[in-house]
Every structure is written in structure tokens, then in C-alpha cells.
């Protein structure tokens, strides 16, 4: 392409009148004029509409009566005007109230119209209407804030649920231990008794092999030991009921030691399976202890978020 054709193509694009432009810009947005004190110049019928006005009604009015009374009052607003009869473009998202007293958002942007002299002589506002876009948002930024709190509250609740279950568990391994000890020590009971038997056996063993030896002498010695031979005979008699109690309760202590035995080995089992619970139970409190924390985290941000709101 030349640059003859350049030119040409250049004249040829630029067919935009200004204007056309304006008319277009106002056809579409919220427009409003205000002279350097803030009274209404002029307004279109968008913004007009916006604001819940007929167009008629807008001249003269002062811009404070679409201000909450809050923001009219607050320094903020008289920093507001200075900057902008100082010639300072504003741009924000603005709350504004409407005929009704309905609050309203607006997507906004003032800017000063300066005379040749650099002087600002009227101020122009173009807004868009973000209300139903921020009420969604509000409310989503309200619900996010609603959710983190009750997840922070079930959160809490899991966690000290999650203590006093460890609280009982460490008290069930305290008394598990105990029993064990106790077991142990009936054991060793049961042990000492069974050595006890063991000698008693064997002295009814002695007494009984003493009572043969007495009855074999009382018999060598004729009449003169018969009494001798009565004694001997009701001591072996005394021994072999010894021997057959001593092997009654040597039986009743084996069946003691077995039990106590079946009994050890379930509360072994029952001690490391409530060890390995309580394992559990401090890995679940420190779930719940992250999703207190992620609870934490997200209440602040969405806390954080409504207020830029």
C-alpha cells in the first residue's frame, strides 16, 4: 500500500463526529452536569430515571440530596468537591439515594469541564447502574461470611468433642494400665500359691513315705507296735487326703492362671486398640483444628471483602 493510499485510508476511517458520539454515549448511560457547587445543571433521561426523577424535575436540585446523610456529612465529602473544583477526574463506585430513599449503586466517573482559562466551569457525571450487581455480591460475600462462621462453630464444637473423648481415653489407658498391674500381681499370687501347693506336696509326700516306714517298723516289732501301726496308717491316710486336696486346688489355681491369663491378653488387646484410638481421635483434632483455621481464614476474607463492598 502506498502512502497516498495510506492517507486516503485514514481520511476515509475517521468518520466519527463528535456529536454523534455524545449522542450515542448519552443514548446509552446516566448522565448528569453540575455547575462547581454541585446544583443540577442539566440531566439526561437515563440517569434521571436512575435516580427516580422526571427530567423536568432535575434542574437545580443539589447534589447533596443524592447522598446519604452520612457521607454529606463526613469530611470525606468536602474533600470530595474540593478535588473536583480543583480539576481532579473521580472515578469509584458510589452509593447513592433515590427519590424514594432506595440506596443505589453506581459504577461512576466526574469530571471537571474546564473554560479556555483552565478554570472548571461545570462538572460531568457518567454512571452505570451496579446495583443489583452488588446486592448479589453483598449477599454472596454475607453468605461466604455466614458459612465461615458456622463451619469455625462446628469446627470448635469437633474439637473440644474431640478433647473430651481423648480426656476419657487417656483415663480408660490409665485404668487399663492398672488392671493390667493388678492382673500381673495375681499372677505372680497365683504363682507364689501354686509353689506353696508344690512344697505341701511334697511334704504330704515325705509324711506319707515316713507313715510306710512306721507301719513296716510296727510290724517287725509284733504287738508291742501296733499301736504304733493304728498312728502310722491314719498319718498315711492324712497324707493322701492332703495329696488329693493339694492337687484339687493345683487344679483350681491352673484354671485361675488361665483365666487371669485370657483376661490379660483382652485388656492387652483392649489397651493398644484404645492407644491406637486415642491416636485417631488426636489426628481428628487436628483436622479439626486446620478447618478451624482454614474457618478463620475464610471469615476474615469475606470480612475483608464486604467491607470493600
Known sequence: ???????????????????????????????????????????????????????????????????????????????????LQNGKIFQKKIQRVTKSGRLIWLEATYTPVLDTLGNVVAIVKIATDITNRENNTIEVASQLQQMSTELLNRAEQGIFRSEEISSVTQKLVAESKENLGILKSLKQQATSIENITKTIRDIAAQTNLLALNAAIEAAHAGEHGRSFNVVASEVRKLANRVQDSIQEVKSHIE??????????????????GIMNSQELIEKARNEFSGIGTAAHQLDSQARVFKDML
Open 1 to 83: 500500500m502506498s502512502i497516498t493510499e495510506v492517507k486516503k485510508f485514514s481520511v476515509s476511517t475517521q468518520v466519527l463526529d463528535e456529536s454523534a458520539v455524545l449522542a450515542a454515549i448519552e443514548s446509552s448511560l446516566a448522565m448528569i452536569e453540575f455547575d462547581p457547587q454541585g446544583r443540577v445543571l442539566w440531566a439526561n433521561y437515563n440517569f434521571a430515571k436512575t435516580i427516580e426523577y422526571d427530567v423536568s424535575e432535575m434542574p437545580n436540585l443539589i447534589h447533596k440530596q443524592f447522598c446519604t446523610d452520612e457521607f454529606v456529612k463526613s469530611r470525606e465529602y468536602e474533600a470530595f468537591w474540593r478535588s
Open 255 to 272: 484354671g485361675i492362671t488361665g483365666e487371669i491369663k485370657k483376661i490379660s491378653d483382652v485388656t492387652q488387646r483392649s489397651q493398644l
